[in-house]
């Protein structure tokens, strides 16, 4: 058992809480993180390897049929095996994203394909599914039961939004849990169905799912309802019968009081270890724990815990997540100490023997985050083909290489572009920045002052112009002038009268008769000229 610092890599403001790190063909991936992506990774998945004390990033491309996948915190991930000449997968359901919106999409994600120079590209695909529908929600679970051979994922917990109808100003951002339903769907048809059970009387949401065969034990989380963690420990069993699958639930009495706590699997046995998370709102769990689940039911033994550091224990928060069997990347804030350029502080937490310490060193893993996104393509591989290496060879090659991904590369938009400060009272920020037009998407809306020597670019959301007026403004020829050169935020609010000509149109005599017209020759017109002169 260790206890390493990392040292992350110019890629310490990517990882935030909420994020999740999958392993998909001996890689691991980060997944949901800050903002949406960069230009150096659209996608916003990284690779991530751990080596000499050191956590580096790596961009991972997606294919070309990919669907969208946002950068969601919190969401329900389940790993799925092999099986049926089937690749490994993921699938991840909710989350929350940057902008606070909470998903109700189930995506699938799967290796697509290695190029020769052994890069990853992934595929993501969404799923649909039909009948009694999970709706939007983050901090749930899923997991995969297997029953008269055959398969279905079962979801549990969360919370999310209070319903429309529900909602008040004051509680317009308000959560609650989401009712105590057990969702049951398989992936081949795409069937969905609820299922209340008596013995799940209350939400929870932030707690541990554990599966084996046809048995789902869901272990601890928060209840908002009573503001609590009861030590809760539940066993669901689920039979797919022909018609409709049967299910079934009893309450144990070894639970733990436990809320976002980090599990790591051991090995190939169902044996896991459960480190960290919170016993109270105030107070975090500093024990270890390992869960042992087999055909007798699931036993809960304490284990030691390790040498904890003073920036561990002194902390209020942390959060993380297993980096591979027996290793979990562990993260605390640094508490706004100004000599730390860095918001938080790494660790891997490794609970390997030595032996396999030795086997699994350069193992490397991956991860995913946002930050704002760009129209750009992902950092590529050099053109340099690697023909006739050896893996061992390509690790020591790709350190330094040009697409490790480096924060120092992206350009600096707070004092150029869309980030600029652009007046006295400018309070953009690129990191915590939301779109607040409709016709924002990716960077804020800007408007052209034309004051002084050349003029200067100003946030419309600084000037306090509403979307109307901004929509105006773009489409007219007429000057602007900001907030701090004598504009005033509804100069223009009430466009100019503009008064159209009428139309004036001939009035018409009804059944008015045209005078007959006589045709004559040259000779009969110089004739009547004649008698009548």
């Not at 907030?483 to 059944?511: C, F, I, N, S, Y």
Request: glycine share 8%; net charge negative; with cysteine.
């Amino acid at each position: 058992m260790t206890l390493q610092p990392l040292t992350p890599v110019n890629c310490a403001g990517l990882l935030q809480p909420g994020f999740s790190l999958l392993q998909l063909d001996g890689e691991l991936l980060l997944f949901g993180q800050k903002g949406w992506p960069k230009r150096s990774c659209p996608t916003g998945v990284f690779g991530v390897r751990f080596k000499g004390g050191e956590m580096k990033l790596r961009a991972i491309s997606f294919s070309n049929d990919s669907c969208y996948l946002p950068p969601l915190r919190c969401p329900a991930v389940c790993r799925l095996d092999p099986y049926d000449g089937l690749p490994e997968s993921y699938l991840i359901h909710g989350g929350r994203t940057p902008n606070n919106e909470i998903s109700s999409s189930l995506y699938m994600l799967t290796t697509d394909s290695r190029g020769c120079n052994r890069k990853l590209t992934l595929c993501c695909k969404e799923r649909e599914l039909v009948g009694e529908v999970p709706g939007a929600r983050y901090g749930h679970t899923m997991s995969m039961v297997q029953s008269r051979g055959k398969t279905a994922c079962v979801l549990f917990g969360g919370r999310s939004y209070m319903p429309a109808g529900e909602r008040t100003t004051e509680s317009w951002n308000s959560v609650v849990d989401c009712p105590p339903q057990v969702f049951l769907f398989d992936l081949e048809f795409g069937c969905s169905s609820a299922h209340t059970l008596p013995e799940l009387s209350d939400g929870q949401s932030f707690h541990l799912a554990l599966a084996r065969e046809d048995c789902v034990y869901f272990l601890g989380g928060h209840s908002l309802t009573s503001d609590s963690r009861p030590p809760r420990l539940f066993r669901l069993r689920v039979e797919l019968l022909q018609g409709s699958p049967l299910l079934s639930c009893d309450t144990l009495e070894t639970g733990i009081s436990i809320s976002s706590a980090m599990i790591t699997r051991t090995g190939p046995t169902h044996r896991y270890i459960i480190l960290g998370g919170y016993q109270s709102d105030s107070q975090k769990r500093m024990d270890c724990s390992t869960v042992i689940v087999n055909e007798k039911g699931i036993h809960l033994e304490p284990l030691e815990s390790p040498q904890w550091t003073p920036d561990i224990t002194h902390s209020r928060t942390w959060f993380g997540s297993s980096a591979g069997e027996g290793i979990v990347l562990l993260a605390v804030p640094t508490e706004g100490r100004p000599s730390q350029a860095d918001l938080h502080y790494f660790y891997q937490v490794s609970f390997q023997t030595e032996g396999e310490a030795s086997e699994g060193e350069g193992t490397q893993g991956c991860s995913q985050e946002s930050t704002d996104y760009d129209d750009s393509t992902p950092l590529e591989d050099s053109e340099e083909l690697y023909f006739g290496r050896d893996p061992h060879e390509l690790e020591d090659i790709d350190d330094g290489k040009s697409d490790n991904y480096n924060e120092e590369d992206e350009e600096d938009e707070s004092q150029a572009g869309y980030w600029i400060k652009c007046s006295l009272g400018c309070q953009v920020d690129p990191n915590t920045w939301e779109p607040y037009y409709s016709t924002e998407l990716h960077r804020p809306a800007m408007i052209f002052c034309s004051r002084g020597e050349g003029g200067h670019w100003v946030h419309a959301q600084c000037m306090e112009l509403s979307e109307s007026l901004l929509l105006r403004l773009s489409q007219a020829s007429k000057r602007y002038f900001c907030l701090d050169h004598g504009g005033v935020p509804h100069q223009e609010m009430t466009p100019p009268r503009q008064v159209k000509a009428l139309k004036r149109t001939p009035m018409k005599v009804k059944d008015r008769k045209t005078p007959p017209t006589i045709k004559m020759s040259p000779a009969k017109k110089s004739f009547f000229r004649r008698l009548f002169d």
